[in-house]
């Protein structure tokens, strides 16, 4: 399902926080939202996952503005992990995975073959599936973010839409996460995705958007809007940004303040 | 390979296991219902033979004059309007409690804390000081106090910090309980040497000994009508341990889920109040008890939970009316032992969610 943003203005208390946003985002495809802390990405999120609801302008889900959905609807196709949630009580990995199963149950209803289906198969993509019995609150925040990914799953959205899922994480457990939403992007799943580490948007985004302070400054293929110069603008950080020799793709190296830049340049010029 | 095979088996007993430990534990609680409904009707000042009771509930007559005659109208006047009160105020506290404590996602949450029992306590207290007596009235003045107090306590404590802290709700209940309390010790202060007096202090401490069969026909379709639209909400109080965001991302609207299940925890709560005054406690231990035998699920902790409480509420009204006889202690001054010190044991060992 594909997500089109139109002129959307959002702001908290008459303080702007989003100005003048429009991208379209298609099927399949794997979105990052990159900019500094406060520049807008989590707001933009929960624009497009109709928690907020914007001053001007609209987000569409498919062909149907999400301002007309009712909260039900949205939940059958639009699947969000969030940063940093908290679960009250006890609850079991199973039982909290389980609860994706929400927005395709009745009130009464117990759960169904399809629904045992489903909650076993996404925790078997998200390899949870030993931990099915454990409490949440035991289990480490690698294994606790792939639970809800797998929560997530088990909704069977068309859009799944993630808040940093990789702050916190040690390496593998980031590499990991990517996989799984990777390899859910190629079965149709539209990821939208809130990223700090520019080098995970290199390597996995389809395409990506920077955000600085409430504008979008660019929007394209991550080597596109990861260039040296819009790292520069929006994050006041030099970076080298090249090809990596084995993987052909490309990197972000932040520099250090105390490099002199021009020194090295010239050098390189030197040399060559 | 071969225990990657066995991992999804292995679940399915896991779940089957689960089932029916849950069944089980609802099979003992009917069966404890059962019990505690023959005992309760048993034990008293005039003891009653069990043949007697059963003779009564499967409605065989006693012959006029005889012995048997006057145990069936102690039956029939006292001990069944007492054991069935009993039964339905420990279930109306006791579920509002453990939907309370889901909302809050917070187990020290519940009617007490909340000064909804205060409140409610006032509405009654105010309408016995304006001889407003009746079966109407008591619940309706008891709503409007419980309402008005937890309407308060949720405005405070969505204030401060847009969501509702945990911490400023207890604090905001303990203050607006107290402020409420004051309002009837003022009350009782009014009406001294009069008889509207006792009734009032009989209100601030609760008992069950004011049973009667008009109090049960009001009484009755309120508790059942309010537990199972709880029972009802139990999914929604599920998703709403993910957090009011985590729950519209499963179809839930909080506010509005919130809201229907707070007005009507209160409105039970309230008309518990009404007719048996403040029993304090049972909506705080009951869930928390019950979630830690059956896990966290309100599909079968609401039940659980209703059921319980209806249990324990009669046996705590047994050793009120038999723990220093003749005189009958308030049902609340025993709910009161056993469950304060219980908060105070959940205040030390349990780490408190914001």
């Known amino acids: 399902m594909n997500i089109t943003i139109e002129g959307l203005h959002f702001s908290y208390d008459g303080e702007p926080v989003l100005e003048e946003i429009g991208l379209s985002i298609e099927k399949g495809e794997i979105f990052a939202i990159v900019g500094p802390n406060g520049s807008g990405k989590t707001t933009l999120l929960k624009n497009i996952s109709g928690v907020l609801t914007p001053d001007r302008g609209a987000v569409y889900l498919g062909m149907k503005q999400i301002a007309d959905l009712s909260t ?23 039982e909290v995975i389980a609860m994706g199963r929400i927005p395709h149950q009745s009130r009464f209803a117990r759960e169904n073959k399809v629904d045992k ?3 076993e198969e996404a925790m078997r993509v998200c390899s949870v599936s030993s931990l099915a019995n454990r409490l949440l609150a035991e289990i480490s925040g690698g294994e606790r973010q792939r639970v809800f990914l797998a929560m997530a799953l088990a ?25 799984i939403v990777r390899a859910q992007a190629i079965d149709g799943l539209t990821v939208v995705m809130a990223l700090h580490d520019l080098n995970l ?19 394209g293929k991550p080597d596109e809007v990861l260039t040296e110069a819009n790292i520069k603008r929006v994050f006041h950080t030099d970076v080298i940004v090249t090809k990596h020799p084995l993987t052909n793709s490309f990197y972000v190296m932040p520099l250090p303040y105390r490099f002199d830049r021009s020194k090295s340049r010239s050098s390189e010029q030197e040399s060559v | 390979m071969g225990r990657a095979k066995k991992r999804p088996q292995g679940q399915v007993s896991w779940n089957r296991r689960k089932t029916r430990s849950i069944r089980c534990i609802f099979v003992l609680l009917m069966t404890l219902l059962v019990v505690t409904f023959v005992i309760g009707v048993i034990i008293g000042p005039v003891s009653i033979p069990i043949r007697e009771v059963f003779s009564y509930l499967v409605g065989r007559k006693a012959a006029i004059g005889g012995s048997g005659h006057i145990q069936h109208l102690i039956i029939s006047q006292i001990r069944l309007p007492r054991v069935l009160l009993g039964l339905l105020v420990g279930c109306a506290l ?30 009654a207290s105010l309408v016995i000081f304006l001889n407003l007596h009746g079966v109407v009235f008591l619940p309706l003045g008891a709503f409007i106090g419980g309402s008005l107090a937890v309407g308060i306590v949720y405005q405070l404590a969505r204030q401060r910090d ?54 049960l026909c009001v009484l009755a379709p309120i508790v059942a009508l309010g537990s199972l639209l709880l029972i009802a909400f139990s999914r929604d109080l599920n998703a709403l341990a993910m957090g009011e965001e985590g729950a519209f991302h499963l179809g839930i609207n909080p506010e509005k889920s919130k809201r229907i299940m707070l007005g009507v925890a209160t409105f039970l709560t309230s008309s518990a109040v009404g007719f048996a005054g403040t029993i304090g406690f049972v909506g705080l231990i009951i869930p928390h008890i019950m979630r830690l035998i059956m896990g966290p699920d309100h599909r079968f902790l609401l039940p659980a939970t209703a059921v319980a409480g209806a249990i324990f509420l009669v046996w705590a009204d047994m050793v ?15 709910t009161a032992f056993l469950g304060a010190p219980f908060f105070l044991y959940l205040l030390k060992t349990r780490k408190v969610r914001m």
């Open chain 1, 201 to 219: 948007v290199a390597q996995y985004a389809d395409r990506a958007a920077m955000l600085d302070k409430g504008h979008l400054l660019e929007i």
């Open chain 2, 320 to 334: 009120a009316r038999t723990v220093v006889r003749p005189v009958e202690l308030p049902v609340g001054i025993i």
């Open chain 1, 117 to 119: 289906k489903r909650i």
């Open chain 2, 162 to 215: 847009r969501k509702t802290s945990v911490y400023t709700l207890i604090l905001a209940g303990v203050a607006v309980g107290a402020l409420f309390s004051a309002i009837t010790s003022f009350l009782i202060f009014l009406s001294a040497g009069t008889d509207r007096m006792t009734d009032v202090i009989f209100w601030t401490m609760g008992g069950l000994s004011r049973a009667s069969w008009t109090y």
């Open chain 1, 155 to 179: 909704q069977e959205p068309k859009v799944l839409l993630l808040d940093e899922p990789t702050t916190h994480l040690d390496i593998n457990y980031q590499l990991q996460i990517m996989e």
């Open chain 2, 94 to 123: 006791a579920i509002s409690g453990g939907a309370m404590q889901g909302l809050f996602r917070n187990p020290l949450a519940s009617p007490y804390v909340l000064g909804i029992a205060s409140g409610a306590s006032t509405g």
């Open chain 1, 72 to 94: 039900w609807e949205i939940a059958r196709q639009l699947a969000m992990v969030e940063q940093d949630r908290e679960v009250g009580f006890d609850f079991t990995v199973r």
